[in-house]
């Protein structure tokens, strides 16, 4: 059986034009660079999200598109692929005397490159082809967790585990079905001899069970897969359905800003995605909500505009002036998407809560500046390997003449209240982030956020006009 030997350039990122080899190869040496890592919070503990930056992402995004999407997972597993959601992932398990619920420990990071590099090379790559392959959809040695690829490369990976799981569920009378690291038996009795020989393939297959996830629920109890009440029959539980229940009624009774706490622009679509579910599993429930909703009065109901929009809206152009800007500087369009998404995100914004996290897609631009446009710019910088985007920006403004030491001041303070911006109304708050918090009078016991933000924007105003100064300069000089 013959392999199509691939081109490099067939899964090379499409910007304006398909970056070179060299281009590739220094993302593969700088990876540091092309990442964003920071921690979310679960209910035990953290999880760490290794997300790839903009140029990377879209180099991902193409391998999974070309290359990996391509190929097929096993039917048993519905998790990040099309067709298949939640919903098909509990078919099976519906109305079952026992269920046995096991978690995967770590299952992106415990997935190394060298097994990766093994998916790869049964594509028929050749071996640079691999190489390049493995080394821009792994990070420090893993999968990384906030990758594009990661989800569809573990379902490859794990496709033997579940092929041998489901053979072993077949011959034992019970179902098998597995969502990314959720795996889920189920049947009218699951043997402790069955038991033991899931956990032995599992370890086989090189991934570990997390025990204090693992639950054997019987139907006596509320049997919940993927979020699902598979009791009886697949529904969404009692306790959610009277909450959307609830909400739908007081905007009927109360009105429907009453409702809308966090302000969603599109509030319509969002309660309709709400009891989406609904639609599949319980058709007259779905209706009965369904029309509630069509009926409420949607022409009178605009959503709360906060007094200080349009600053939003001058503060956002600025932004994409910006960016603007550095099209014609460098005479190329690489912030062009980055251009045309924060133009609409941050458009739509509608209050200053809402845009504070918006304002993360700003910083991820910075990155996409630090290391397609500053570290590409000059030997100077491109030698500096470590060099944050706070660290560019300063001597940036210094090489126009300009005094950076407040403006980066500034800047480095809003990129740690956005990354922490999250986490602040939790009662835990790292000391960096907290500090920041102070310096701009913010009262964590009676926290108006909007003034608190008020006041980070104008920062940022001040910044953004200093920065786009030296934009400006160096444009003239050219020309």
Known sequence: MSHKKYNLYEFSADVQAKPSIRFLKYIIYNKSDFYK????????????????????????????????????????????????????????????????????????????????????????????????????????????????????????????????????????GISYSRYADDLTFSGNKIKKSTQRLISKIICEEGFQINESKKRIISQKDRQIVTGL?????????????????????????????????????????????????????????WTILKNKIDTLDWESYSPKMDDKHDLIID???????????????TGTVIFKESNENTRNIFLSC??????????????????????????????????????????IINEYLESNGIDSSDICDRWNDINILASGIRRHRHPEIKSVVYDRFKKYQFDEKN?????????????????????????KKEQSNNH
């Not at 190394?112 to 082809?129: A, C, H, I, P, Q």
């Not at 504070?356 to 500096?384: G, N, R, V």
């Open 315 to 329: 503060v956002s152009t600025k932004i994409i002036d910006l960016m603007d800007g550095l099209n014609n500087l």
């Open 229 to 285: 009440v598979v009791n009886k029959k697949i529904g969404i539980g009692r306790k959610k359905y009277r909450l959307l229940r609830t909400i739908i009624h007081n905007c009927e009774h109360k009105g429907i800003a009453t409702q809308n706490r966090e302000n969603h622009p599109k509030f319509k679509e969002y309660l309709l995605g709400k009891i989406s579910l609904l639609k599949n599993t319980d058709l007259d429930k």
């Open 447 to 471: 926290p108006n956020y909007s003034l608190f933000w008020l006041k980070i924007i104008e920062s940022f105003k001040f910044s953004l006009s200093k920065f786009w100064d030296a934009v």
């Open 37 to 172: 890592t920071f921690d979310i919070g679960k209910r035990k503990g953290k999880r760490t999200i290794n997300a790839p930056k903009y140029t990377l992402k879209i180099i991902q995004r193409r391998i999974l598109s070309k290359i990996l999407k391509n190929k097929f997972v096993h039917p048993n597993c519905h998790g990040f692929h099309e067709g298949r959601s939640i919903l098909s992932n509990v078919r099976d398990h519906s109305n079952k005397k026992i269920i046995l619920k096991l978690d995967l420990k770590d299952f992106f990071p415990s997935i190394k490159s060298e097994r990766v590099y093994d998916l790869f090379k049964t594509f028929g790559f050749e071996k640079e082809v691999t190489f390049f392959l493995t080394e821009l959809t792994t990070y420090n040695g893993e999968l990384p967790q906030g990758a594009p690829t990661s989800p569809y490369i573990s379902n490859l990976i794990s496709k033997k585990m579940d092929y041998r799981l489901n053979c072993l569920a077949l011959k034992s």
């Open 350 to 391: 509608s209050n200053i809560d809402n845009f504070s996290s918006h304002i993360q897609l700003l910083f991820t631009w910075i990155d996409e500046m630090d290391t397609t446009y500053f570290k590409t710019k000059t030997k100077k910088f491109t030698k500096k390997k470590s060099k944050k985007s706070i660290g």
